[in-house]
């Protein structure tokens, strides 16, 4: 079987030392560099002579830094691939170059799925900081409506399904099957918003559809959850949305909060969790093996 000559995992990937190991086999030389590089002049350095990169969905591979190493002829994101348009890697730019990008999914969800729903039972009890609209309930009942529904937007109706909750959604096309399967019902986004008492929202990077128009139709102490690569929303909007009411909160992970946390951390109404909260053991098991099933479909030709 064919063999890289010399890959490079640029930055943290969550790897396993499994998988770091079958990696080995696979190259002559690879390269592990286990922090983030300190701009492009680090990346581009430490891309030097690399044949495949390996990449987290943090550091930017721009079409400077590919065209910086003329060998690379593989590229594997560790991370969700959407789009060209959402990507860290600058996909049209390998594409040209005739370079593949692959990305690997549903490898974090389970843990998201468990954090939205301990998130929401925190809050609606009080159980470790504020309680919702001044006293416990449960997710019975809830409304809550979820904005794109992919993989984890479905995972997280199926959950909240088992306790009762009345689920809405809303994303870029009707879904009549899966509407039929979990019972769930499509709404137009302005009608979601109005209609339910928490939204979470499942987007790719850099899609921000919660405006003024939108918040101002979202009101009444509501509960918008994020657990998607950075905001899904104007920020300044949701600050003003955050003061109107006291009743209003914004709860998200390390992903969800992304470059914002130095202006929203610490402001009333937004209930953070620092750490992404797909991380598991679990999760890194999976994503290897993915990630190690990508480099040698495209080594074995396939």
């Not at 199926?158 to 899966?178: H, I």
């Amino acid at each position: 079987m064919e063999r890289f000559s010399h890959a490079v995992v640029i930055d943290p990937t969550n790897l396993t030392d499994e998988g770091r190991a079958e990696l080995r086999a696979l190259c002559d030389r690879v390269d592990f560099f286990d922090t983030a590089p300190d701009g492009e002049e680090e990346t581009v350095r430490r891309m030097a002579g690399c044949d495949a990169l390996f990449v987290s969905y943090k550091t930017p591979i721009s079409a400077a830094a590919i065209a910086s190493a003329p060998g690379l002829r593989y590229i594997g994101m560790c991370c969700s691939l959407y789009g060209a348009d959402s990507a860290n890697v600058d996909i049209r730019a390998a594409k040209a170059r005739g370079i593949p990008v692959t990305g690997i999914f549903d490898y974090g969800d389970e843990g998201v799925i468990e954090y939205e729903v301990a998130a929401l039972v925190n809050l609606l009890h009080g159980f470790e900081g504020p309680l919702w609209r001044g006293e416990p309930r449960e997710l019975g009942g809830l409304k809550v409506g979820i904005i794109g529904l992919g993989t984890v937007g479905i995972k997280l109706a199926r959950a909240l399904q088992f306790f009762g909750a009345q689920l809405y959604y809303f994303s870029r096309t009707p879904k009549p099957q899966v509407e039929k399967e979990l019972g769930i019902r499509y709404l137009p986004l302005k009608e979601l918003l109005q209609t339910c008492d928490a939204v979470s929202t499942h987007l790719p990077r850099g899609t921000r559809l919660l405006g003024r128009e939108e918040f101002a139709a979202f009101t009444g102490g509501k509960l918008l959850l994020n657990t998607s690569l950075g905001d899904t929303f104007d920020r300044a909007a949701l600050k003003a949305w955050l003061a109107e009411d006291g009743d209003n909160y914004y709860l998200c992970d390390g992903c969800g909060i992304g470059d914002a946390a130095p202006e929203l951390e610490g402001l009333r109404g937004v209930l953070l969790t620092h750490q992404g909260s797909g991380a598991s053991l679990q999760m890194n098991q999976r994503l290897s093996r993915k990630v190690l099933d990508n480099a040698l479909a495209f080594l074995q030709g396939r």
